[in-house]
C-alpha cells in the first residue's frame, strides 16, 4: 500500500489529464474507420477490386440505378462478399461486446464469451446436427440451442451451489464447458471420417466462407437485441464494477442485471457462432485493445469494443480469403493473431494492471 | 431517529447459533455510533445487514421509520463506504459518479450536473485535483477518501462505514477522522467500525461494544471505554492514559 500522504500526491502523476483532456474522446471515430475498412475488404479476394468500384456497385444497389461495373463485378460485391463482410461485423461485434461485458461483470481481464460453456455447447450441437445429416439450417439452429442449453446448464449449476458469487458460475461455466467437449469428442468418434468427420472438425475451426443473406438474417436479430440490450445497461454495468455489496447499496439490483446480461450475451454469442463455428479470442482480445484505446470506463468501452471487434474481424477475414490460395479457416487465424497481439497489449497495459 | 434497530437476530448457516444474537441499536441525526469489537464479535455481519447485503432472521431496521425498502429506495438513504481495497482503473471522477446512480432515471448516463455534483463531493473531502488520476494509481488515503466522496455524492443522511482508517497512516487516518467529524457536524448520522478506541474518543463519539454478537456495553466514548471493559472486550491487559485532556487507549505490556 503507498503511504505517501494526501497533500503530497503529485499532481502530474498518472499523466494527469485536465478536464478538458477527459478520455471520453475516441470512440465517434471508430465509425467511419469502419466502413472505409469494409469497403476495403469488399475489394480483397481472388478477384481484387478498387473500394472506388466497390462504392460504385454498393451505392447503385442502394438508390437502385444501374452501375458502370460489369455484372460479374456486381455478383462478387453483392451475392458473395457482402453477406460474407456483414456476418464478419456481426460475429466480432457481437463477440467483443460480449466479452467487455463479460470482463466487467465477473470482474476477470481474461475472461471471455465461452466462459459460461456457450461455444462448447454451440460446437456439440453443430456436431451432432451434421452427424444426423441435417441441413445447414439444421445446423445452425442445433449449434445455437447447444450453445443456450449449456449456459442454461451453467446457471442452473451454479444457483445449485448457491451462494450466486460469480466465481462459482464461472467455475461451473468451466465444468459444463468440459463435459460438452468431451460429448463433441465422443461424436467425432463415432462420425464418418469421409465426409461427417472434416465438416465438424471444419465448422470448429470458424470460417465465414459459407454464410448467405438468410443466414445473416436469421442471427442478426438475435446479435442486434443482445448489442442493444447490453448498450443500454451500460451505466448500471459500470457500476458494477465497484464490487457486488458496494453496487447493491448504489441501488443496482444485482443478481437481476447479471442474469440480464448473461442471457443478452448468450443470446448473441450463441447466435455468432451458429453462422461462424468457433472463433476464439476475438471476445477476449478486442476488449483489451479497446481499453488501451479509449480507457477503462466501461459506458465507452463497450460500444469501443463492439465496432473494434467487427473492424478486426473484417480484417482478420480477408486475411484468411486473399493470404493463400486456399482459404485459411476463421478461428486457426485469430488464435494465431491474437496470441501474439494479446501479448503486446499485456505488455503495454502492465502499467495499468500492476 | 435517523437508524434504529431492534432485536436483530441473524445466523451465517442454518441450525448454527447466531452470528447477532439480538442487537439494539439507534443513531440520531447528527451522531457518530463507533461499533468496536474482537475480531469476530459480529462488526462485520451488522453492517451486512444494514446495506441489505444479508437477510436476517429476527428483528428490525429502520431507517428514517422505513423498513423492508427496496435497493434503491435504500440507496437513498443509506451509503457505504467500503475499505478502501480494489484495483479499480476508473478515474476517481467515474468512481464518485457511482454514487449519483440512485438518482439517475433508469438506464440513463449520469448528466452535467451529477458530474458536478461528484466533483463538489470530491472537493468535500480535498481531493478535486485528484478527479481525473485512476483510482488504482493513488494512495491508499486518497482512495479512502474517494469513496467517502462516493458516498457523499449519493446526498443521503446516514453514512455507514466499514474500517475506514484500516491500513491507513497516522497522518490519512486523522485527515478521514476529521473528515467523519466535519460531516456530522453538518448533520449526517455516522456509523463506524473501528479496532482503535481513541478514535472514538477523538471523535467525541456514542459507542457500542460487542462481544459474541451482543451489545456488550453502550454509550458515550468515556463513560464506555474505561481499562476494565476494553480489557474484558479484548481478552487482554488495556489501560486508559490521559493526554492533552483526550483518553487514548493502550496496551501496556506484552
Known sequence: MRTDGIGTADAARAGGKGRGGRRRGGV??????????????MGFGHYPLSPAAVLDVLWSALVGAPSAQPPAVENVVLAVRLPRVLAAMLVGASLAAAGAAYQTLFRN???????????????????????????????????????????????????????????????AGLVVSALFQALTSALKYVADPTDTLPAIVFWLLGSL????????????????????????????????????????????????????????????????????????????????????????????????????????????????????AAELPLGIVTAVLGAPVFVVILAKARRQWS | MVLKVEGLICRRMPGQPPVLAGIDLA???????????????????????????????????????????????????????????GDSALALLDVVL?????????????????????????ARVGIERLAEHPFNRVSGGERQLALIARALAQ?????????????????????????????????????????????????????????????????????????RTLSDLYATPVDVVEHAGIPSACVPRL
Not at chain 1, 464490487?243 to 447479471?258: F, M, N, S, W
Not at chain 2, 457511482?98 to 470530491?122: C, F, I
Not at chain 2, 457500542?208 to 451482543?214: E, I, Q, S, V, Y
Open chain 2, 98 to 122: 457511482m454514487g449519483r446512480t440512485p438518482h439517475m432515471p433508469p438506464l440513463a448516463l449520469p448528466s452535467r450536473e451529477d458530474e458536478r455534483l461528484a466533483y463538489e463531493a470530491l
Open chain 1, 109 to 171: 481481464p481474461l475472461a471471455s464469451p465461452a466462459i459460461l460453456g456457450v461455444s462448447a455447447g454451440a460446437g456439440f450441437g453443430a456436431a451432432l446436427a451434421m452427424l444426423l445429416y441435417g441441413s445447414a439450417l439444421a445446423v445452425q439452429g442445433a449449434a445455437f440451442a447447444g450453445g443456450l442449453c449449456a449456459v442454461g446448464a451453467a446457471m442452473f449449476v451454479a444457483g445449485r451451489l448457491g451462494n450466486g458469487s460469480a466465481l462459482v458460475l464461472v467455475l
Open chain 1, 209 to 324: 466462407g459459407r454464410v448467405g443473406m438468410s443466414d445473416l438474417a436469421w442471427a442478426a436479430p438475435f446479435a442486434l437485441l443482445g448489442l442493444s440490450v447490453l448498450f443500454l445497461l451500460r451505466w448500471p454495468t459500470q457500476v458494477l464494477e465497484a464490487g457486488d455489496d458496494e453496487a447493491r447499496t448504489l441501488g443496482i439490483p444485482v443478481g437481476a442485471l447479471r442474469i440480464v446480461l448473461i442471457v443478452a450475451a448468450t443470446l448473441m454469442t450463441a447466435a455468432a457462432v451458429s453462422i461462424s463455428g468457433i472463433v476464439g479470442w476475438v471476445g477476449l482480445l478486442v476488449p483489451h485493445l479497446a481499453r488501451l484505446l479509449v480507457g477503462p470506463a466501461y459506458g465507452t468501452l463497450l460500444p469501443a469494443s463492439a465496432l473494434l471487434g467487427a473492424g478486426y474481424l473484417l480484417l482478420v477475414d480477408g486475411l484468411c480469403r486473399s493470404a493463400f
Open chain 1, 28 to 41: 465517434e471515430w471508430l465509425l467511419p474507420a469502419l466502413f472505409a475498412v469494409a469497403v476495403v475488404s
Open chain 2, 27 to 85: 443513531l440520531g441525526a447528527g451522531e457518530i455510533l463507533c461499533l468496536l469489537g474482537p475480531n469476530g464479535s459480529g462488526k462485520t455481519t451488522l453492517l451486512q445487514c444494514l446495506i441489505g447485503a444479508l437477510s436476517f432472521e429476527r428483528g428490525c431496521v429502520r431507517i428514517e421509520g422505513e423498513t423492508e425498502a427496496s435497493s434503491r429506495r435504500l440507496a437513498l438513504q443509506l451509503a457505504y463506504v467500503p475499505q478502501a481495497a
Open chain 2, 155 to 227: 446526498r443521503t443522511r446516514l453514512l455507514v462505514m466499514d474500517e475506514p482508517t484500516a491500513s491507513l497512516d497516522l497522518g490519512n487516518q486523522a485527515r478521514v477522522l476529521r473528515t467523519i467529524r466535519e460531516l456530522a457536524a453538518d448533520g449526517m448520522s455516522v456509523l463506524v467500525t473501528t479496532h482503535q478506541p481513541e478514535h472514538a474518543f477523538l471523535l467525541g463519539a456514542r459507542v457500542a461494544a460487542m462481544t459474541g454478537g451482543r451489545i456488550a456495553a453502550a454509550g458515550a466514548a468515556r463513560e464506555v471505554l474505561c481499562a
